[in-house]
């Protein structure tokens, strides 16, 4: 095994990048990061939505999930800020009821989600 940086958290990767291409594109610095980040973030012309967990554990550090404008509307938001005991990672955020609200509410409207919209919060 090898290790390997993905974004800022280390991960273990099989020597041979055959066994896992997407991982070893993940890498920070690897040539396909590198290009996915350069040049225009929100490229065209509709309006982004994007919902970040704190306790990403594969997108290190969670901020760098944020998307910048670049011209276009987007809404960043941080599942914890709606929710302060919502402790989705990275696998349970596309179930989170909050997350699914935040992204109904983006698809239900012009625009980017509603940067004032209050999911309601699963019960602690």
């Known amino acids: 095994?090898?290790?390997?940086?993905?974004?800022?958290?280390?991960?273990?990767?099989?020597?041979?990048?055959?066994?896992?291409?997407a991982c070893a594109?993940?890498?920070a610095g690897s040539p396909f990061i590198t290009q996915l980040n350069a040049g225009d973030e929100t490229p065209g012309s509709p309006d982004y939505t994007n919902v970040v967990t704190r306790y990403d554990e594969v997108v290190t550090p969670y901020t760098s999930?944020?998307?910048?404008?670049?011209?276009?509307?987007?809404?960043?938001?941080?599942?914890?800020?709606?929710?302060?005991s919502d402790t989705s990672e990275h696998l349970r955020t596309p179930?989170?009821?909050a997350a699914i609200q935040i992204t109904l509410n983006a698809l239900g409207r012009s625009g980017p989600a509603d940067p004032a919209f209050r999911p309601a919060c699963p019960a602690v």
């Not at 999930?65 to 302060?84: E, M, R, Y």
């Open 25 to 27: 594109q993940q890498a």
């Open 65 to 84: 999930g944020f998307l910048a404008a670049d011209g276009n509307a987007v809404t960043n938001v941080v599942l914890q800020d709606k929710c302060p």
């Open 95 to 97: 179930y989170d009821t």
């Open 1 to 21: 095994m090898c290790s390997a940086q993905r974004n800022t958290s280390p991960i273990v990767l099989p020597c041979r990048g055959l066994t896992c291409p």
